[in-house]
């Protein structure tokens, strides 16, 4: 049955990730679907591609670098303008619900990740900013 939690993309991609060690020759991901702020033109992009590494296993590694490697080229910024981050606060279901794109994080950040305490972050926040706002 769809839907079901033995069912989700997450619990396939954790059975995929535990049945097997990470390749050595993962894809790099540029994980830059939306754009960013200041040029929502981007796009993502993978490279390194080849008959061998594409499969689900390489590009999940892949995605999750991706993923966090963004988010670290965005840190890396902030501590060149003089930013002094105290920790790393994680939110979000994608993150929430795997255990091994949490570890990348880990890594690519050097520290552990906490996750926030709330759910449906996004949903909350949007709702919170409009109820500021008077939306």
């Given at each position: 049955?769809?839907?079901?939690?033995?069912?989700?993309?997450?619990?396939?991609m954790?059975?995929?990730?535990?049945?097997?060690?990470?390749?050595?020759?993962?894809?790099?991901?540029?994980?830059?679907?939306?754009?960013?702020?200041?040029?929502?033109?981007?796009?993502?992009?993978?490279s390194?591609?080849?008959?061998?590494?594409?499969?689900?296993?390489?590009?999940?590694?892949?995605?999750?670098?991706?993923?966090?490697?963004?988010?670290?080229?965005?840190?890396?910024?902030?501590?060149?303008?003089?930013?002094?981050?105290?920790?790393?606060?994680?939110?979000?279901?994608?993150?929430?619900?795997?255990?091994?794109l949490?570890?990348?994080?880990?890594?690519?950040?050097?520290?552990?990740?906490?996750?926030?305490?709330?759910?449906?972050?996004?949903?909350?926040?949007?709702?919170?900013?409009?109820?500021?706002?008077?939306?």
């Amino acid at each position: 049955m769809l839907g079901t939690e033995t069912n989700s993309c997450y619990d396939a991609m954790a059975r995929l990730l535990n049945e097997n060690p990470r390749p050595d020759d993962v894809p790099a991901v540029c994980t830059l679907f939306e754009g960013t702020r200041a040029d929502s033109s981007l796009t993502g992009s993978i490279s390194g591609l080849t008959t061998h590494n594409f499969t689900p296993l390489h590009l999940i590694y892949g995605v999750m670098d991706g993923m966090a490697d963004e988010l670290h080229r965005m840190y890396t910024a902030y501590r060149q303008a003089g930013g002094t981050p105290k920790r790393l606060i994680g939110s979000g279901n994608g993150l929430r619900q795997n255990r091994y794109l949490q570890q990348r994080f880990e890594s690519a950040f050097g520290c552990p990740l906490t996750l926030s305490d709330g759910r449906e972050e996004a949903a909350a926040g949007a709702a919170q900013f409009a109820a500021e706002q008077q939306i």
